[in-house]
């Protein structure tokens, strides 16, 4: 159920007050809510804590342990569809109810898409949008006279940079560079050879805060003049 609320809450972000509107309680954990489904049969626990991924726990009513199949790989019975879908339709009515929606994952990328905004006078626009179950988070920044990308925010496996097999998903975005100055910023920390366009002339630079709004900013700004 956790990678479930993974996936429905990756761009939205809980507002408090809705939150305690909708019935939970703010305890020193964070937020909790505690619901009966499966006609009182299992005790669905969710606890928020504002920025991270819902935490959630079924439990069966009687004996108060965990529902274990509802996690545990291999079951796919009949019953435990049945129990999964009540739990995603209970956290459905939480991300209706108690977020807004936000145009990426990570925090840094919101800002910086903010920032090219109000510099630039241009939003992104979402071109593979259809495939949402897989660019979704594909936002496109163009020069308003003729188009042209100048920058792209991607939500992309961690793997496709460090190459160490991890399935997390982060926030990167795509500006060019050129041939020199790709080959001097490159690190393999914070920028990266362009995924998924050509190495010599584009980056990829990890939005998770490693480097500076104002860093990756500058680097938006050359990329801006080079398109």
């Known amino acids: 159920m956790n990678d479930i609320?993974?996936?429905?809450?990756?761009?939205?972000r809980f507002i408090p007050e809705a939150l305690e509107n909708f019935g939970f309680r703010k305890t020193p954990r964070g937020y909790e809510y505690t619901a009966v489904i499966m006609d009182g049969d299992f005790q669905a626990e969710v606890l928020v804590i504002p920025g991270e991924t819902p935490v959630v726990r079924?439990?069966?009513?009687?004996?108060?342990?965990?529902?274990?199949?509802?996690?545990?790989?291999?079951?796919?019975?009949?019953?435990v569809t049945s129990v999964r879908e009540a739990c995603e339709d209970l956290l459905r009515r939480i991300a209706v109810a108690c977020t807004r929606e936000v145009l990426f994952a990570s925090e840094q990328a919101n800002r910086i898409s903010e920032m090219i905004s109000r510099k630039y006078g241009v939003s992104p626009d979402f071109p593979w949008e259809k495939n949402r179950?897989?660019?979704?988070?594909?936002?496109?920044?163009?020069?308003?006279?003729?188009?042209?990308?100048f920058a792209l925010i991607m939500n992309v496996r961690r793997d496709v940079l460090?190459?160490?097999?991890?399935?997390?998903?982060?926030?990167?975005?795509?500006?060019?560079?050129?041939?020199?100055?790709?080959?001097?910023?490159?690190?393999?920390?914070?920028?990266?050879?362009?995924?998924?366009?050509?190495?010599?002339?584009?980056?990829?630079?990890?939005?998770?805060?490693?480097?500076?709004?104002?860093?990756?900013?500058?680097?938006?700004?050359?990329?801006?003049?080079?398109?």
């Open 5 to 12: 609320a993974k996936t429905l809450f990756q761009k939205k």
């Open 58 to 79: 079924v439990a069966d009513t009687l004996t108060g342990e965990e529902y274990v199949p509802l996690r545990a790989a291999g079951f796919t019975g009949a019953y």
């Open 133 to 149: 179950s897989q660019y979704q988070s594909y936002g496109v920044y163009r020069h308003s006279d003729t188009g042209k990308w």
């Open 162 to 227: 460090f190459k160490d097999g991890c399935e997390d998903t982060a926030d990167i975005i795509n500006l060019k560079a050129g041939p020199e100055r790709t080959r001097e910023l490159c690190d393999g920390i914070a920028v990266f050879p362009g995924y998924h366009m050509n190495h010599k002339n584009w980056i990829s630079v990890l939005l998770d805060d490693r480097l500076s709004d104002e860093a990756v900013m500058s680097l938006v700004a050359d990329s801006f003049e080079l398109t």
